[in-house]
């Protein structure tokens, strides 16, 4: 539904200052609020399928904690405001593969779509390869010694919902569709982390994650899919006797992997992680985060394990065609339960992901906006129905001089966009 309560806050239109000539800059504008009308993870997945744009909102698959879901649907539009104006009983619900038993290789826990990559090689545009954010518990996963996988329910740390609650391990998976995201199959896993590395009671207290990656955003450079996601795990072995609240820190949050477009019909083992100087480490191996993504320590940064921790979280990245550069978004925790009231920025000049270290060279993050005493989540950039963004059949993962800002009031329950993004050279 579009609703027009146009909001007009006082810091809208206040540009940022410039810190160099060279570094991109932005304003927000007030804009009409937009109210959507289905869940939405960290990020959206979307594409257009011919002069249909189509959008894969919502959460499929087991869930103990919060309950089972099939609301991983899709919407279409002859723009993305009409797409993102769909009511709740004009989305569809594609075939998903089923879960599958524990012990069986498979679909395990719950999954939502973050990024959809659209094969070039593919003239039809219908074939997709959705990226997918992938929850587990002790109770979904339980370990396997044969093959190092799952979770011991040993000091497990709390979730959300309550003490008795566990926390969840997230994953990072590829499904393939090829008649324009009506029907999905399962490719495997495309980053994760084990049981050594799940960070346990007595230190974990934030009432997050026990460990894992997730709240991924992926785009394409050259010959490779860049992983952008939230790294949640201990960097090395977990022990209560020896942690290091600092160590922990150093290995967190937003880091970067990669794979090849030729390998994701069969992913599961072929994305290598930065290591620090190159995209060395394997997929569940212990990869290096972004430097200048993170809050240093005597700043307030943190461990993502602590309730006082602070750490940037959800990227979502695009490539913008008229600043010419990556941009990124984020949020920001600053308390238990992913509390924080502010979204941050930041740019990327090298249009060559895979030259050198241009991967890792983002832009310290300024702050995009804050709303003090709501907890704000997931923010994003996306197209409009404006004719630039239709001729150049624009997503999230393609913007232009101007874009809508969605966000989540998490403690609001409502996904919404109140304000225009132009960016400015």
Known sequence: MLLLLSLFWAESCIPVPKETAAEPQFKLLPADTFYFNSFVDCNMAEAWIGDTFRIFPGKYGEDPLWGDARDLKFANGRNADEAFSSKKEDFTEPRMPKNVPIGTPGLHGAAWFETVYQDAKDPSGRTLYAVYHN???????????????????????????????????????????????????????????????????????????????????????????????????????????????????????????????????????????????????????????????????????????????????????????????WVMLMGKVEGPSWQGDELYISFNTNPDLGKGDNSQKWSKPKLLLKRPGHILWYPSLQPMNTPEDIANKNTCLRLGKRARLFFKYSDLGAYRSEHIVEFEK
């Open 135 to 325: 929850e587990n518990y002790p109770q979904t996963l339980p370990y396997d010694s044969a093959t190092g996988e799952g979770y011991i329910n040993y000091r497990w740390p709390r979730g959300l919902t309550g003490p008795a609650s566990p926390a969840a391990v997230c994953r990072i998976g590829i499904m393939k569709s090829q008649d324009g995201g009506r029907s999905w199959d399962n490719r495997g896993l495309f980053l994760e982390d084990l049981q050594p590395r799940m960070i346990l009671k007595p230190f974990n207290t934030s009432n997050t994650f026990a460990g894992g990656v997730g709240d991924p955003s992926a785009v394409a450079s050259g010959d490779y899919l860049y992983l952008f996601y939230g790294e949640y795990g201990y960097p090395g072995a977990y022990d209560s006797t020896a942690y290091d609240p600092t160590k922990e820190w150093s290995g967190q949050c937003i880091s970067i992997a990669r794979i090849k477009l030729s390998d994701l019909d069969n992913p599961v083992g072929k994305a290598k992680r930065w290591d620090g100087q190159a995209f060395t480490r394997p997929y569940n191996g212990i990869g290096a985060p972004v430097a200048s993504l993170q809050i240093p320590r005597e700043a307030g940064g943190g461990p993502a394990s602590s309730p006082k921790g602070q750490f940037h979280w959800g990227p979502s990245v695009s490539w913008n065609t008229y600043l010419n550069c």
